[in-house]
Nanobody
Framework: VQLQAFGGGLVQAGGFLRLSCAAS????????VGWFRQALDKEREFVAA????????TYADSVKGRFTCSRDNAKNTVYLQMNSLKPEDTAVYYC???????????????WGQGTLVTVSS
């Protein structure tokens, strides 16, 4: 499975961005896509995940109510709508593929390149 994340950029606090993650290749081996982020000098952390088949989602407490994960099965694309952005949301955001929903980095098999999100105060 190959994943490509894009849509990052610079936004002011309170603003919004939508990230996209396009999947290709052996997509039948992927049952879920997760979003993670890594801020400077910090460990990569879970943000959200979605199951391809049902669209069921799960979120980190820090983004619950502000971020929404969705998918377009026809386009093999997962989206992360990020609203009410805060400076602490600044990080490189990654999407990754797994056989099921999970929260840990090690659960995910395939990773896309990151896309940088910068939220200015």
């Amino acid at each position: 499975v190959q994943l490509q994340a894009f849509g990052g950029g610079l936004v002011q606090a309170g603003g919004f961005l939508r990230l996209s993650c396009a999947a290709s290749g052996r997509t039948f081996s992927s049952n879920a896509v997760g979003w993670f982020r890594q801020a400077l000098d910090k460990e990569r952390e879970f943000v959200a995940a979605i199951r391809w088949s049902t669209g069921s989602t799960t979120y980190a407490d820090s983004v619950k109510g502000r971020f929404t994960c969705s998918r377009d099965n026809a386009k093999n694309t997962v989206y992360l709508q990020m609203n009410s952005l805060k400076p602490e949301d600044t990080a490189v955001y990654y999407c990754a593929s797994a056989r099921g929903l999970g929260f840990s980095v090690s659960w995910y098999d395939y990773w896309g390149q990151g896309t940088l999100v910068t939220v200015s105060s």
